[in-house]
């Protein structure tokens, strides 16, 4: 088999056209649209109002203050969205750059978890930063996991020394 070697700009154009192509010929698709076509009858106990939420008054937009990610197949961004944890720093960027896939791709999601990956190092550095030293092993649930399942952090932690040793060696004997 052949390598073929795709461009990130490929893979971007290629999901933008899946986004915006006609989804008719998937079953179910919009299936919640038609009133007539409830697929919680006969469930759903009707109070003769359940049409009325078709002619809601939209909410105000939230007003936008920083990059909000959203999904390339939505045509905008929600009316309410979170504003806890702007993106900041590397993994903001990262993120910013997983939203260039579609969820449908794994390239959306691995790089969304190496975002996470890279944002709790950046709290680490942070905290160290502010004076704070980080409890790390509260904050990672390892006093729980010692009294709870022992043998698993043991193997979790040996393996990361394992693992740890081999890539420091690796690096210091490629700098002889």
Known sequence: MENVKIEPDQIISIDRQLANSPKDHIPGWGIDA????????????????DYERFNYQKPPQQPVRFEVFHS??????????G?????????????SYAYKYSEATSAHWMTLLLA????SVEGIISDLKSGTIPNI????GWTAEWKYNRAGLVDKVVTGLVVTTVLISLLSSRRK
């Open 116 to 119: 996470d990956r890279v944002d």
């Open 137 to 140: 092993f509260k904050e990672r």
């Open 83 to 95: 504003t806890s944890t702007p993106p900041r720093g590397l993994s903001g960027r990262i993120r």
């Open 34 to 49: 038609d009133p007539e076509n409830d697929p919680t009858y006969p469930m759903k106990n009707w109070n003769g109002a």
């Open 72 to 81: 390339i197949e939505r045509p905008g961004i929600t009316r309410v969205f």
